[in-house]
């Protein structure tokens, strides 16, 4: 390949010889950047971010997607929208933090401020502009198409293209294979720069909880309910408690739909009951026989609880799918072993 050169678009195809050939200068040449701008970035649909990202409202982040600068930010009613970081006024730089939360953004060169909706909600000097200037057509100027897909969004420069759904087509097989093997949602880990399967419990917003089918949510309040029995210094678990405060937090996710679930737990304030007239398990005292000689569901649940209680008590509220169920196989051959041991310390020589 070194002696081929070539114009920035050829292209040599020998199908005899079994050869394909591009010229190096398509992969480096601006002029053939310009025209994929042109003809593919500017009409196709360009993933921007996910839904784990902007985890409360007015939570933003800036992004740079097909050289354009973009505000990707759920505003304070929680819905998610992409604006150019532009002002209207002067085309200045609007948002000059990489990400962060606010419920305005104001433009350093000449002041004016937009809601997180994007509308224009001040002008500086106001008086000395024409009567009516101040309108809605100056509001931060919103992509032409913004859709998602399973929490995946994608923005469009073109108004008139194909819907995401049709464009992703057979690929959404492969969006929800990924998607799919997370219990409660996945998340975007900050700093990896790509997906793990692991779920920051601190993020996950109260309509995550509230949309989860009955079964996975039974396995997300068996984790959190180890968390927040850890945080309170209790081991023991009361039937009529767990149904109750459960019942509490889902009442108060009700109203503050886009408030995370930790919060939830937080101001719904659940709490152990009087210890006479229900039944109470002392999770401590479960031994390696009891746990393996469980019905599977069962198992599960007081799995989850458990991972609950040992995140909490190591302060990570994020859960790593693949370590738990790495963990739970080790668990349960070490119980095979020690059936006489309690469980907890079954995790605690076991588990990593």
């Not at 198409?145 to 087509?169: H, K, P, T």
Request: hydrophobic residues 35%; charged residues 20%; glycine residues 10%.
């Amino acid at each position: 390949m070194d002696q081929y050169v070539g114009t920035p678009l050829e292209v040599r195809s020998d199908k005899d010889a079994g050869t394909f050939q591009v010229s190096r200068r398509v992969f480096t040449d601006q002029d053939v950047l310009d025209l994929e701008h042109e003809k593919i970035f500017q009409r196709c649909w360009l993933y921007c971010g996910h839904d784990s990202e902007l985890t409360e409202p007015g939570s933003f982040i800036t992004r740079t997607v097909a050289g354009r600068d973009f505000i990707f930010n759920r505003d304070t009613r929680g819905q998610v929208g992409v604006f150019y970081n532009l002002c209207t006024h002067r085309g200045g730089r609007v948002c000059r933090e990489k990400s962060g939360k606010a419920s305005v953004f104001q433009c350093f060169y000449h002041g004016w401020v937009f809601s997180s909706d994007g509308s224009l909600r001040g002008i500086p000097q106001e008086g000395a502009y024409p009567e009516g200037y101040k309108n809605d057509s100056r509001g931060l100027v919103r992509v032409p198409r913004l859709e998602q897909y399973r929490g995946f969004w994608f923005i469009n420069l073109d108004a008139n293209a194909m819907s995401l759904s049709d464009y992703l087509a057979g690929a959404k097989e492969y969006i929800d294979n990924i998607v799919d093997q997370s219990e409660i949602a996945m998340t975007i880990v900050p700093g990896a720069g790509h997906a793990q399967m692991t779920l920051d419990m601190g993020r996950v917003t109260c309509a995550d909880v509230l949309a989860l089918p009955p079964d996975r949510a039974e396995m997300f309040s068996a984790f959190m309910s180890g968390w927040f029995n850890q945080r309170f210094g209790y081991v023991s678990v009361g039937f009529d408690d767990f149904a109750r405060n459960v019942a509490s937090v889902k009442q108060w996710c009700t109203m503050n739909p886009q408030r995370t679930i930790m919060a939830a737990l937080e101001q719904s304030h659940p709490q152990p009951g009087p210890p006479g007239g229900q039944i109470k398990v002392d999770m401590s005292l479960i031994t390696c026989k009891q746990y393996l000689g469980s019905d599977a569901g069962r198992q599960q649940t007081i799995a989850y609880w458990m991972s609950g209680y040992f995140h909490a008590s190591k302060g990570q509220p994020v859960f790593d799918f693949q370590r738990f169920a790495n963990n739970r196989r080790a668990v349960g051959n070490h119980c095979k072993k020690h059936g006489g041991e309690t469980l907890m310390s079954a995790i605690q020589k076991s588990a990593r």
